[in-house]
């Protein structure tokens, strides 16, 4: 008895990704998961600072500290790596464009649709953190409120480049469902 591998693979994994509720579970957790740690600092951190306590300031150090971490390590992976991930980032969603709108395949589509907004939300970070990196150097890396206030504008610019991503992803495989649908 011969199995047909591809028609298994077919069967199993559905490349109809619009009409899959998998694909929007993966396009949320994605945003999710973007939006959850700003600059390495988990958001409930952030928010559960207080900042005038003898607790908050130990927050504030904590969240201070974080920030430095993550800022150093960030600018080391991108002044060691950063032009070939970067090259390999736009390389392979070039691809993933051409396959997708160029020529009509669905999948890249797809997978563009999540994939580009999140390497515009890792530039974003990118800045935010080579910005960052400038100011500790100088020694006045901002501290308590304004630490909150910057990491907190940092989240709300990923969360509009999440809503529109989103938004602009709804629109288009609602377009997608409807002029390929067999009626």
């Known amino acids: ?9 077919r069967e199993t994994i559905d490349f109809t990704s619009y009409g899959s509720i998998w694909y929007w579970i993966v396009l949320a957790a994605a945003w999710s998961a973007m939006t959850h740690r700003v600059m390495g600092v988990p958001w409930d951190m952030i928010r559960r600072a207080n900042w005038q306590s003898a607790d908050g300031m130990r927050t504030a150090d904590d969240i201070a500290a974080l920030v430095r971490i993550h800022v150093r390590r960030l600018k080391t992976i991108m002044d060691i790596a950063g032009p070939f991930a970067v090259g390999g980032a736009f390389f392979g969603l070039t691809v993933l464009a051409m396959l997708g709108f160029g ?23 990118v ?6 990196h400038a100011l500790m150097e100088e020694g006045s890396l901002p501290e308590g409120f304004e630490l909150w206030r910057l990491l907190a504008r940092h989240r709300l610019a990923l969360q509009l480049v999440a809503a529109l991503s989103i938004l602009v992803t709804t629109f288009w495989g609602m377009a997608w469902i409807l002029s390929h649908s067999v009626l």
Request: net charge positive.
């Open 1 to 9: 008895m011969h199995y047909n591998w591809l028609a298994f693979l």
């Open 103 to 125: 020529y009509g395949f669905e999948f890249p589509q797809a997978a563009f649709l999540i994939l580009f907004p999140i390497a515009i939300g890792r530039l974003m970070t």
């Open 127 to 132: 800045r935010l953190a080579y910005r960052l």
